[in-house]
């Protein structure tokens, strides 16, 4: 690689893209890898900081930033991702279905650990919507020595893929609405605008919805009627705090269903209750969830239509980043909620 002053580069051919940074308006390639220098050129090469230009001349044991860019996207990707084109020897990992972002962290910090490349992620169990970028990768220097990327190739076999996207499957999905004072007419059933619109938003389809009482036995009726129906997802809604009237809780245990856990560290969602009835997973939720515009049920429910079991443990560690700030101007999933 040899060094030549800027004034000299006429006619030279840019090694690598050359970046321009303008506070608050622009950064990006001012110049792109190929380009052969005009002398118009020299004056705006100045103006970005650029005094000397690098004329590369490889050898068979050395990448180009954007050769070795690549061969670092396919090594951690799952094939169901897809690639941006190198720029300024980034490439951008993208998602290209909705889904749940899967990383091997472990293996990410293996990775990211090697001298001079870095691979940098959103936080796992992001949930991803069809072109979201989920990753951007480059080495730090214009080159580097093949063997290395030969060493991250055999890392990330090892434990094939590091980074993934788990598609949403489209359930069929059922709703107990609990309740004496909605059964009765007295307040508004609010399902329909709130979580209603959540799960149809995710491409679901509601079976049915059931209105009751609150009456354990009538509950119990109701959960088994959605599962006679073929609902993949039965979700039940209200009765789950402490008061002696709340018998949700035990209306889905009555129903046959085993409880997995019952409370989280969330909140909003405190008093979340799954189950699982004969492989059906079951998610009640309190009454929270008609109030606030978001809760615990928007960081479970994208697992559960990823096809994920949810676990005591996976729960528990939902206390870190469980803590909803309930902003004016809600940006979900773009914040700490749920990361």
């Known amino acids: 690689m040899k060094k030549i002053r800027v004034e000299d580069a ?54 180009h930033e954007d050769d070795a860019a690549k061969r670092i996207a396919t090594a951690i ?50 949930p991803c919507e069809k072109g979201t970028i989920i990753a951007g990768t480059r080495i730090i220097p214009l080159t580097i020595e093949k063997s290395r990327i030969e060493t991250l190739e055999t890392v990330a076999e ?47 389809s509601i079976l049915k919805k059931i209105v009751v009482p609150d009456d354990e036995k009538r509950i119990s009726k109701a959960v088994l009627e959605l599962k006679d129906l073929g609902c993949e997802l039965i979700i039940t809604t209200g009765g789950l705090s402490v008061d002696p009237d709340d018998v949700t809780r035990v209306g889905v245990m009555g129903a046959g269903a085993k409880v997995t856990f019952y409370g989280s560290p969330v909140l909003p969602g405190a008093m979340l209750m799954v189950s699982d009835l004969s492989g059906i997973p079951v998610i009640s939720l309190p009454a929270c969830v008609f109030y ?48």
Not at 99 to 124: E, F, H, Y
């Open 158 to 204: 090892k434990s094939f893929p590091i980074l993934s996207v788990k598609a949403y499957r489209s359930l069929k999905v059922g709703a107990v609405v609990t309740g004496s004072e909605v059964f009765s007419g007295l307040i508004t059933d609010d399902f329909g605008p709130s979580i209603g619109k959540k799960i149809q938003d995710a491409g679901c």
């Open 292 to 339: 606030y515009k978001r809760t615990v049920f928007d960081l479970i429910f994208p697992r559960v239509l990823a096809g994920e079991t949810i676990t005591g443990d996976d729960i528990a560690a939902m206390g870190h980043g469980g803590l909803c700030m309930n902003c004016e101007i809600c940006h979900y999933p773009v914040c700490s909620f749920g990361r």
């Open 77 to 126: 990707s799952d094939p169901d991702l897809e690639f941006t084109d190198p720029r300024e020897g980034k490439i951008s990992i993208v998602a290209k279905h909705a889904g749940l972002l899967k990383i091997n962290v472990d293996a990410l910090l293996s990775v990211n650990r090697m001298d001079s490349i870095i691979v940098a992620t959103l936080k796992n169990n992001f």
């Open 10 to 63: 006429v006619g030279t051919i840019l090694a690598h893209d050359m970046t321009k940074i303008k506070r608050g308006e622009f950064k990006g390639a001012a110049f792109r890898k190929g380009h052969i220098v005009k002398p118009e050129d020299i004056p705006e090469l100045l103006k970005i900081g650029k005094q000397y230009l690098y004329v590369l001349d490889l050898g068979s044991d050395q990448l």
